[in-house]
């Protein structure tokens, strides 16, 4: 099958108050695609949870992952029609926005393992990160929402910012379908222009998923360590 006609998955990923959701949102209503909110698909234990301030687990995280994966995939499959400047010649493809924290390296590997194959969509993360003292800015500017400011620390502590470096290609770690945007210096809408051109370059140039990297995100792998 031609790549391009491929379902698309953009995860926008990254800490509490990096900006997912108001990048998911741009990109959704700009591209007309649609948008999964990762937050939604957390089961109420977990939400109490992180309401009450304190970190989920890795147990916590597996079966909202898995979730977080499916609807996406179920998504990602409808028919859309994304606007010709986001398919080029290539009109047709479907795609989806998620967010999702995805904050550890083996989150996003179990996210890669739960398609159901590789070669039936594109997977690509958008990872937003800040530094601590911008995530509590945002996080007490922001109302009614359930993470609360003494959350932050554990975001941070837990977020494993991938490594996208050119340079470092040949190592284990590097997670090429990951592109990273640091926000403390950009405004919103510049976050939101950057992810834009993004999803529109990655739509236009996905020739395969072979830089995809499910390994090691079997259950087992999961749970060996907890936080
Ligand atoms: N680049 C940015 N600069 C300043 N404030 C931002 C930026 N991106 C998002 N915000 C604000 O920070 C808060 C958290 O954004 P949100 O999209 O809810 O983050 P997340 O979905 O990652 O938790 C919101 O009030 C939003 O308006
Ligand atoms: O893995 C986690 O610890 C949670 O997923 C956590 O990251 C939370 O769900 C959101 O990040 C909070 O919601 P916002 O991202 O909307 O702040």
């Given at each position: 099958m031609d790549p391009h006609q491929l379902p698309h998955i953009f995860i926008i990923a990254?800490?509490?108050?990096?900006?997912k959701s108001t990048v998911a949102r741009a990109i959704a209503e700009s591209f007309g695609i649609s948008m999964v909110e990762?937050?939604?698909?957390?089961p109420q234990e977990n939400i109490d949870k992180m309401s009450e301030g304190h970190p989920l687990t890795d147990e916590d995280r597996w079966d909202w992952l898995k979730a977080v994966a499916s609807v996406s995939v179920e998504r990602a499959s409808l028919p859309t029609s994304p606007p010709s400047e986001l398919c080029?010649?290539?009109?047709?493809?479907p795609a989806c926005i998620t967010t999702c924290s995805a904050l550890k390296r083996k989150y996003r590997n179990l996210l890669r393992s739960q398609?159901?194959?590789?070669?039936?969509a594109v997977l690509r993360f958008l990872f937003l990160t800040a530094s601590e003292e911008e995530l509590l800015r945002r996080i007490e500017e922001r109302?009614?929402?359930?993470?609360?400011?003494?959350?932050v620390r554990s975001q941070i502590v837990t977020a494993?910012?991938?490594?996208?470096s050119e340079q470092d290609?040949?190592?284990?770690?590097?997670?090429?379908d990951c592109t990273v945007i640091w926000?403390?210096?950009?405004?919103q809408d510049e976050v939101v222009e950057q992810a834009l051109e993004i999803v529109k370059q990655l739509m236009l140039s996905s020739t395969s998923n072979e830089c995809l990297d499910g390994e090691g995100a079997g259950d087992e792998a999961f749970a060996e360590d907890e936080n």
């Open positions: 990254g800490p509490s108050a990096t900006g990762g937050d939604d698909l957390h080029g010649e290539h009109p047709g493809s398609l159901p194959e590789l070669e039936t109302d009614n929402h359930f993470m609360k400011k003494g959350m494993e910012v991938p490594n996208t290609e040949n190592c284990e770690d590097v997670e090429k926000t403390d210096n950009l405004s």
